[in-house]
């Protein structure tokens, strides 16, 4: 079983991160791979597709069925292909051998390519320092982009030489940039200045290096004096300081830096290039200028032949050889004769370079920025400089042509094959490659369009009417230019408006239909601006719009255009987005076909390709706040108080509510049909007997008229293209993988994850009438489990359902079901054969149930939205009048699903505990999950206020509250940062920060002085720099104004009122933290600033100087492509280890994990979710080894790619801690824990649900380590969050309880630990009843305290009675064993291991044999989980929540 990252299988030609994780010395362990052609059906139950990696693999094929009801995949309707790729990759061993290096073996893989090996040999320790330089077989030079398996004669052992080449201009720059890059390798600055991809991780610091090894170079955690265990001050319960320092602990490698661990003190490019003509012929490529750290001055030339020095000096040019001239072939060879310094400091240099973790190095997909950073010395680097003047963007200089096309890259990577699995990949990859390219470039392009470094091309223009071409991107900024937006809400529609275009974008790229083509979309806020970057149509700039939009509209709707083409293309994505196909009137009053907004445009291009742009009206209108005239919102909607005003009218339903939406129309939809049926069937007296039969408790699968019952994956294949299953793939979705047993009486858990009730008593709202969705997807019985991406696992959007209605196809013994059977049935053979040979009667049932619904069809289920209802402008025909009501009607009940289900929902998940956001991002991700925009905050918030359990959701409405004040702010001072110009910015945005956070009540804003003095030529310049106006504006702002300001926008903008009038007010009465009210700022707005503590209380001193404000980011909002194969292995491999295949599913994702590697390459936020879930698969199997070594990538991972304090990294933490702790390494795993709660703190407070389960870690650890009393506060605090949260009568308290008195025990504090216990004890035998094990566990360990307590007692009256000279029986206080200890790290966090008898584990085998059985015999997955999925669950080793 491959259980490597590195093992990427490398079928796609140049693939960067082998050549890393090479460079290590690790010799990936290729293996023949079979791999099936897909995912058999998009829902995740690959019923064979089990991958085994190595040869004997049985590959079952499976029908082939279309993944999204759209035409992608090339159309494939052909479902039988039998398609199997056998993927060879048996890797071999070659022998290199460098000049002046003794020869060494590289593990190779044949599909690698030569270029790979130069890349090798560029990383590795003793030949990272050359460059130019070609490998030669048998005197043969072998080409740069051969692969391997092409090259005669090379096989097993050969032996490759490294000969060096001669140099040209651009093998010069290369090899400067690379030996600049190898000098810098340990520099953080890079990160900091979130350049190149550059990001922080500071894992190494607290691991000490020692975990890759198992800690066998430390001493073994047995020996407990060593450790260290008091955490620091702030981080013990009950601390109110939270220092910002500690953020960004000092990493031992960048020490080595920043003291005289230097090489060079100046390495830059000489002013006397380029060589003049007469030196060129000497060979002379250009001329280099350094210091060395013994302060020599040297001159270089960098020749043909090499680097040598000459005899030029400052002032003087004599481009001779020096004499000795010690030409050499690389420039570190050089300096090596040189200077002594720099040879001994360079070695030193590389060693730490090699050891460090590949993740520590290797550049992230999309830019992470930092927010806060250390004070870091400028230093002179010619290679930055040369970079910000030249419009280098990535890898120019590999690139013949030097600027991209982006469009033509984006667009051609879309085109390529994807027939099979190796076309795929290749074809997902290039596309996120250029993806990637594409975001950076853009990001870059938006700043200098914004700091005023680029040309517009309408430079007569006002600024904010102004565009801009750079590196064949065009720019445009998000004001309201010639009033296009004039109707719909000038500049706040034209702010709105980029972000709903990207929305549409993403959805169409991921629907994917061949032929139709979006335009390269990043949307970027900087400096208070928000830029569109979009790729270019070719000619486009030469003509009029008006001339080339052959679709659609360009004046909302006046003038209307349509065409056969693109009427096509779009039909193929209406099913998928739920998108009508309608007509409306334009001018003329000539009815025009449209399958999409108005407002969406088709050009055709000059390459022939059909774009659609402008999508920005891509979901249909949230008309709760779109007040129309004449219009009525649904009782549900008018009770919140709505519709309301908003500052647009642009404002659209998500993607996930639509979704969500359909899918509880269809479960209504399966409802009708069955009642009706078994009203048909109770008048037909002769269907009694089997009425009977299919409802006893043992008929566990729906019993199907088997004359109808078609093939099972056929009948999928049909449900799919029937326009049901589109809901199986919300890309945004995540499940909670933990089988949860629902609330009702009859009902057994399920493999897939399970929803929940909404109507509990604690939830007064509308959701107990019929408005309940399934959890369960139409045509599949499992929600698929997908990756999260973020901390805490929240279940599926949809997932609500009334207490007593079960999903339809779970087999439940309810007497609908067969009912329900039928109806499903019903519908399917109707959408097979339109209708026909099936009997009227039946085809009513239908008719009934689609109309209720609001089903676009008559004889099928088929929900879908007209873009165009309530836009300004647009007229429909006379015609439609009935079916436009129809849809007036499914938009309000859209919005009102959106209030009375979606809101209650969320707060029903955070209840009980299924989602659990810590911060910002978290929340608005929780929200979009569930389809809810963040407009509606202040709804939830006063939701959330109205609860009765209120108190239980005190996390959720103080991190809520933050969120609201944060983006309020945010808007504050986007308008704010507008008027300031440049020389003013620090100044400007530190007055900002203390208006917002500091208590010092008369914040005065310094005006920067001297740069104020010249206003005459300010003037001039106006016009150049967006923004020009009166530029000391912002001094005036004062911070009673900025929170009146605040309080207005909390009101207007989400409808919520605020009680305050500073910060120090909103802190106290709401309990928030300044700190995290600054990082949510920062973050939000791009600000960064000056690691250090700053004092926000004082009321004499701002909290912050001009001096603390580093610099400003972009917020980078863009599309990020999919995996699509890999994520369905990763899926299935979820459904697996949820049934109990823990084998099975961790080859399923270790496999998951090689398809993401090749696709992303090493670093991305879904192989992380990949790697800690195979870490949990590893240590519940015993690998614990792999386990530490899987989850440290993740933690590294995490860090690098989402941000040292976000919170799934302070999960990720938690989890390698455990793994620590399971290998011995003890003092580690302390370090990790309180790093996780001082993040924690920092992040969200400590009074949050997920603070009691960091601080049971952190005091059974302390109990492990015999730290009784630091134990005790830790794991009182928890005992005291868990009963806040879950209620004083869960069995989470009832464990805390138990913890306590463990430790008490320790203690012989006898009495504390009975107290305790027996509390545990009442919980449990109230919760589960006396016959339960734990109430039993619970029952005997009170017998157990209270003997110890007696024995102590005698002990002690024996002392008292008879003095000094008592006969004192020897008392047994037990230390905790490490075992002791360890099984409950796993019970608490929710990994239980069931010890199996012999006769379990023949029983498991029957099991085992007669699923297969039943599965060669036809039946299909669906109703194999169906069937008793609990059967197996109670008899292995079970993950309680898999992540």
């Known amino acids: 079983m491959v259980s490597k990252t590195d093992d990427i299988q490398a079928s796609v030609p140049n693939c960067n991160v082998n050549t890393v994780d090479l460079a290590e010395g690790e010799t990936p362990d290729h293996q023949e791979t079979k791999a099936p052609k897909k995912d058999p059906c998009a829902c995740g139950h690959s019923a064979s597709a089990v991958v085994m990696n190595g040869g004997g693999a049985h590959y079952h094929s499976e029908e082939e069925s279309k993944q999204d009801g759209g035409g ?93 080449e001669p ?65 620091p001050e702030h981080i013990l319960p009950g601390s109110k300081e939270r220092p910002l320092v500690p953020l960004q602990p000092q990493n031992k490698d960048w020490k080595v830096i920043m003291t005289p661990m230097q090489c060079l003190k100046v390495l ?155 076309e795929r990949l290749l074809r997902e990859r290039a596309i996120f490659k250029v993806h990637s390219d594409f975001a950076a470039a853009a990001t870059r392009g938006s700043m200098a369009v914004i700091d005023g470094n680029v040309m517009a091309i309408n430079p007569g223009e006002e600024t904010r009417m102004q565009m ?107 099913r998928p987005l739920k998108v009508q196909r309608h007509n409306v009137l334009n001018e003329k009053d000539e009815s025009v076909e449209l399958c999409s907004s108005v407002e969406c445009k088709g050009i055709i291009g000059n390459d022939g390709r059909h774009y659609i742009l402008d999508l920005l009206r891509t979901f249909p209108p949230d008309l709760n706040f779109l007040p129309v005239e004449g219009e009525e919102l649904s009782p549900e909607s008018v009770r919140q108080g709505f519709p309301r005003q908003h500052r647009h009218r642009l404002a659209c339903l998500r993607q996930e509510l639509i979704e969500a939406f359909v899918e509880h129309r269809y479960l209504l939809f399966m409802k009708m049909a069955a009642l009706q049926l078994m009203q048909q069937k109770a008048n037909n007296e002769s269907k009694i007997a089997t009425l009977t039969e299919n409802n006893s408790p043992e008929a566990a699968v729906p019993a199907l008229p088997s004359t109808e019952n078609p093939d ?94 079960e999903s339809p196809l779970e087999g439940k013994a309810e007497d609908s079901i067969p009912g329900l059977a039928q109806a499903k049935e019903l519908a399917e053979s109707l959408a097979a054969e339109d209708g ?100 509606y905050l202040g709804n939830v918030l006063e939701f959330v206020d109205k609860t009765p359990a209120k108190a239980q959701l005190e996390h959720f409405y103080r991190i809520g509250i933050n969120e609201l004040i944060t983006r309020c702010a945010k808007h504050i001072f986007k308008t704010y940062l507008q008027g300031v110009e440049l020389s003013a910015l620090s100044a400007a945005v530190s007055h900002f920060l203390n208006c917002f956070l500091s208590s010092f009540p008369d914040a005065v804003a310094h005006l920067p002085a001297d740069e104020l003095v010249s206003r005459r030529k300010n003037r001039k310049r106006r016009n150049r720099v967006p923004g020009g106006g009166d530029n000391t504006a912002w001094a005036s702002l004062t911070p009673s104004e ?157 860090e690098r790619v989402l941000g040292v304090e976000h919170p799934n990294t302070i999960q990720e933490y938690m989890h390698l801690a455990l793994y620590c702790f399971a290998n011995g390494q003890l003092s580690t795993a302390l370090k990790l824990l309180y790093r996780a709660r001082y993040l924690m703190l920092m992040v969200c407070g400590e009074d949050h649900p997920e603070m009691a389960l960091l601080d049971s870690n952190i005091g059974l650890v302390l109990h492990g380590v015999m730290e009784y009393d630091l134990s005790l506060r830790f794991l009182e605090n928890a005992l005291a969050i868990n009963s806040k949260y879950h209620g004083p009568r869960s069995l989470k308290v009832a464990l805390s309880h138990h913890l306590v008195a463990r430790v008490y025990e320790s203690k012989a504090e006898f009495r504390s630990a009975l107290q305790h216990e027996k509390e545990g004890y009442t919980i449990y035998k109230n919760q589960v009843g006396e016959a339960h094990e734990k109430t039993k566990e619970s029952s005997e360990y009170l017998k157990y305290l209270t003997q110890q307590a007696v024995a102590l007692q005698r002990t002690m009256n024996e002392i008292y009675k008879n003095g000094s000279n008592a006969s004192i029986m020897p008392l047994k206080f037990t230390a905790p064993s490490m075992a002791s200890v360890l099984e409950q790290l796993n019970i608490i966090n929710g990994i239980i291991f069931i010890p199996l008898s012999q006769k379990d584990l023949e029983n498991l085998k029957a099991e085992v044999q007669r699923r297969q059985q039943l599965q060669e015999s036809g039946k299909s997955m669906e109703e194999l989980t169906v069937d008793d999925p609990l059967e197996l669950e109670d008899k292995i080793p079970m993950d309680v929540n898999v992540d």
């Not at 320790?125 to 398996?149: I, M, P, W």
């Not at 030249?390 to 991209?404: A, D």
């Open 1042 to 1198: 900025l929170w009146k300001n605040i309080v207005s926008e909390a009101q207007s903008y989400y409808n919520f009122t605020l009680h305050c009038e500073n910060a120090d007010q909103v802190v106290e009465k709401y309990g928030l933290q300044k700190i995290t009210l600054l990082r949510e700022i920062s973050i939000k707005a791009g600000i960064q600033i000056l690691i250090k503590e700053y004092n926000f209380d004082s009321r004499h001193k701002p909290a912050f100087t001009e001096e603390d404000i580093l610099n400003i980011f972009p917020v980078v909002k863009h599309v990020n492509p999919k995996a699509s194969d890999a994520f369905h292995f990763f899926q299935s491999g979820q459904a697996k280890v949820q049934q109990g295949y823990l084998k099975e599913g961790c080859e399923l994702i270790n496999e998951a994990l090689n398809l993401f590697n090749n696709v992303y390459g090493a670093m991305h936020v879904e192989i992380c979710a990949c790697l800690r879930l195979l870490a949990r698969l590893n240590y519940i199997m015993g690998d614990h080894h792999e386990a530490l070594s899987n989850q440290q990538k993740a933690v590294l991972m995490s």
């Open 268 to 422: 830059t490019m000489s002013g006397w290039n380029p060589p003049p003509g007469n030196r060129k012929m000497h060979g002379d490529l250009m001329y280099l200028y350094m210091v060395t750290v013994e302060e020599r001055h040297i001159s270089i030339t960098a020749s043909t032949r090499g680097f040598y020095l000459n005899q030029s000096t400052t002032y003087t040019f004599n481009p001779k050889p020096a004499n000795p001239s010690f030409l050499s072939h690389s420039l570190v060879e050089l300096l090596s004769q040189i200077s002594p310094a720099f040879k001994k400091n360079f070695t030193v240099l590389q060693k730490t370079r090699v050891q460090r973790h590949p993740f520590e190095r290797i550049a992230t997909p999309f830019q992470v920025y930092s927010w806060t950073a250390p004070q870091v010395d400028h230093t002179m680097d010619c290679v930055r400089a040369e970079d910000a003047y030249t419009s280098r963007l990535g890898y120019e200089e590999h690139i013949p042509g030097q600027t991209r096309d982006w469009n033509e890259e984006l667009q051609t990577t879309r085109e390529l094959a994807r027939k099979n699995l190796p």
């Open 712 to 805: 099972a994956s056929a009948k999928s294949t049909e449900t799919l293209n029937d326009g049901k299953s589109d809901v199986v793939q919300i890309e945004t979705t995540s499940t909670s993988d933990a089988p949860q047993p629902a609330a009702t009486e009859a009902t057994t858990t399920e493999a897939a994850p399970k929803a929940e009730q909404t109507t509990e008593t604690d939830i007064p709202s509308a959701a107990a009438t019929t408005m309940t969705a399934s959890q369960a997807t139409p045509t599949e019985d499992n929600v698929v489990p997908t990756v999260t991406t973020n901390g805490p696992l929240v279940p599926v959007a949809t997932a609500i359902q009334n207490g007593e209605c």
């Open 72 to 164: 992608d995949m090339d159309g494939v309707e052909d479902s039988n292909e039998q398609e199997v790729i056998v993927i060879q990759d048996t890797g071999f061993t070659v022998k290199i051998q460098a000049p002046g290096t003794e020869p060494f073996d590289l593990q190779v893989s044949p599909q690698e390519m030569v270029q790979e090996i130069h890349q090798v040999l560029m990383d590795r320790e003793d030949t990272c320092h050359r460059t130019c330089f070609s490998l030669q077989l048998d005197g043969n030079v072998l080409d740069n982009f051969a692969e391997l398996k092409s090259i005669e004669g090379l096989q097993e052992g050969s032996l490759l030489k490294v000969v060096e």
């Open 468 to 574: 801009f071409i750079w590196n064949n991107i065009f720019f445009s900024l998000g004001f309201d230019v010639r009033d296009h937006y004039r109707e719909l809400g000038g500049d706040a529609a034209a702010h709105a408006a980029p972000t709903n275009d990207l929305n549409g974008v993403r959805a169409y790229g991921a629907v994917d239909v061949e032929g139709l083509y979006t335009l390269g979309t990043v949307v970027v806020d900087y400096r208070g601006y928000r830029v569109t970057a979009q790729s270019i149509i070719p000619g486009i700039l030469e003509r009029e719009q008006e001339q080339s939009v052959i679709y659609g509209s360009i004046d909302f709707g006046k003038t209307v255009v349509s065409h056969g083409k693109y009427l096509e293309l779009l039909e193929r994505t209406s």
């Open 836 to 935: 026909s040979g099936i009997d009227p009667k039946s085809r009513e049932v239908v008719l009934n149930a689609c109309k209720a619904v609001g089903s676009i069809s008559n004889t099928s289920f088929d929900i879908r939205f007209n873009p165009d209802i309530f836009s300004p402008g647009v007229r429909f025909p006379e015609d439609s009048v009935d079916d436009i009501q129809k849809q007036k009607q499914l938009l309000k009940d859209a919005a009102a699903f959106l209030v009375s289900c979606q809101i209650p929902s969320l707060v029903k998940d955070c209840l009980d505990h299924s989602a659990l956001p810590m911060d910002g991002a978290t929340l608005t991700e929780a929200l979009h999950q569930r389809g809810i925009n963040v407009r």
């Open 167 to 231: 140099y040209t201009v651009r093998e010069a720059r290369i090899h400067v940039r690379h030996i600049r890059d190898l000098l810098k390798s340990l520099d953080p600055s890079d990160a900091y200045n979130g350049v190149d991809c550059n990001s922080l991780s500071f894992l190494s610091v607290f691991t000490d290096g020692d975990l890759g090894d198992s800690g066998k170079r430390k001493k073994k955690g047995s020996d407990l004096e060593q450790i260290d265990c008091t955490p």
